[in-house]
């Protein structure tokens, strides 16, 4: 065999060895978090059909926002942010990219089976309720997309490498870094019920609370 053919031959073993990797990892993700939402109220499936779907699409995926695969179209709703006189750090005018994939569904216009590549799911209600909570805006909700800057206000504890304690910042849209930003996801798990309306941790105590506000 001449040695541009094994050469070849070798990038094509190679390749095929790297996507299978990528395949099995991705599909034992998808396992693991589908048994954990599974009967939760991230459950949106009907009469057995996928609960990966709602979200996730393998093919034909959002090309906005940073959740991998998202499959789930953008809310266009006008959402009123928070506000306040005391407030020392920067929020912005709308919500960032990680917590619009949040309100896709939490801002109480969205129906369920609002997909980018719908395979035929019929859950196409509407959230009600508190879990509604783009409803009435977000001014009357703990803010998001606000930068978080200790440096600003000493009643909050220090952020390293884009976490505060066991949570994670965001990256404020249009920049790649860094991780500054209070999000939907800094104090909720998506994929992850045990803590009550998916917290991140225990807020026992008022513990996830804490993890920033410093008293």
């Given amino acids: ?28 993700i998808a396992d693991v978090h589908a048994s954990s939402i599974a009967g939760s109220p991230h459950d949106l499936s009907v009469n057995g059909e996928g609960i990966c779907v709602y979200c996730h699409t393998p093919m034909s995926a959002s090309l906005d926002g940073s959740t991998p695969l998202w499959n789930r179209k953008t809310s266009s709703k006008t959402l009123s942010m928070y506000s306040s006189s005391t407030l020392d750090m920067t929020i912005e005018a ?17 129906a369920y089976d609002s997909l980018i590549n719908n395979p035929g799911v019929a859950n196409n209600g509407v959230m009600t309720g508190t879990s509604a909570i783009g409803a009435d805006g977000l001014a009357n909700d ?74």
Avoid at 94 to 110: A, E, I
């Fill in 94 to 110: 709308t919500p960032g990219d990680v917590s619009l994939m949040c309100l896709s569904c939490h801002d109480g216009s969205m």
């Fill in 1 to 28: 065999m001449r040695e541009s053919a094994r050469t070849i031959v070798l990038v094509r073993t190679t390749s095929q060895i790297l996507l299978t990797w990528l395949f099995f990892g991705i599909a034992g």
């Fill in 142 to 215: 703990h803010p998001i997309s606000i930068e978080y800057d200790p440096s600003k206000d000493s009643h909050f504890a220090p952020a390293t490498n884009g976490r505060v304690g066991g949570l994670p910042l965001f990256v404020k849209n249009g920049q790649t870094g860094p991780a500054t930003q209070v999000e939907c996801s800094t104090c909720h798990d998506v994929h992850d019920p045990s803590n009550g309306n998916f917290l991140r941790m225990s807020n026992a105590g008022s513990s996830l609370c804490l993890t920033c506000h410093v008293l």
